[in-house]
């Protein structure tokens, strides 16, 4: 996994990497991945917020 | 529209398993959510904030060719406006359809108003292109 710091640029090329997941649909864990996405050919969101159990 | 939303937080899978059945808040949650509790994928996007261990309130847009197309990051304190982030993701798909045109700050959705073939043509004259 690329050890990116600080951001990137509107127009780059998004690192690929990879995320474990809990699943709500599957009920179970699984891993969220940038090429899979690139892959499947689908748009991604990636929505960042502080902390479960708090007040989003 | 074809598109995939994946929640990420430095909690870890578990915590979020255990949220999710806790908070009924989020019993229509669909999407999956992603556990980031190294910090490696946030300081990628740069909202992990050092002090807190903790990722700032930033939402990133990404098209299928893994191109990053729209971010916007907030602080602790200020929600995100769902509606925004529908208006540019519609943006994005309209655009990458109809790449000779450009969406201004007042399109909301298909049908409203773009700017076609922006050029010297148009360079002083965008209200007029505006109007049409």
């Given at each position: 996994m690329a050890a990116a710091c600080c951001g990137l640029k509107l127009g780059a090329k998004v690192p690929d990497f990879q995320l474990t997941t809990y699943d709500p649909v599957k009920d179970d864990f699984g891993t969220f991945s940038m090429q899979e996405q690139i892959n499947n050919k689908r748009w991604t969101i990636l929505f960042f917020y502080p902390a479960d159990f708090t007040f989003v | 529209m074809g598109c995939d939303i994946v929640t990420v937080s430095t909690d870890t899978q578990f915590v979020h398993l255990a949220w999710k059945k806790s908070e009924?808040?989020?019993?229509?949650v669909r999407y999956p959510m992603a556990a980031d509790p190294t910090g490696t994928v946030s300081r990628m996007f740069g909202v992990y904030d050092d002090a807190t261990g903790l990722a700032l309130r930033g939402v990133f847009i990404v098209n299928p060719e893994g191109t990053l197309l729209n971010a916007e990051i907030n602080f602790y304190n200020l929600g995100r406006n769902i509606d925004e982030l529908l208006r540019k993701f519609k943006a994005n798909i309209y655009m990458s359809r109809k790449t000779n045109e450009v969406c201004p700050s007042k399109w909301k959705d298909e049908g409203d108003k773009t700017l076609v073939n922006p050029g010297a043509k148009m360079v002083g004259k965008v209200h007029e292109a505006l109007q049409v």
């Open positions: - | 009924k808040e989020l019993a229509n």
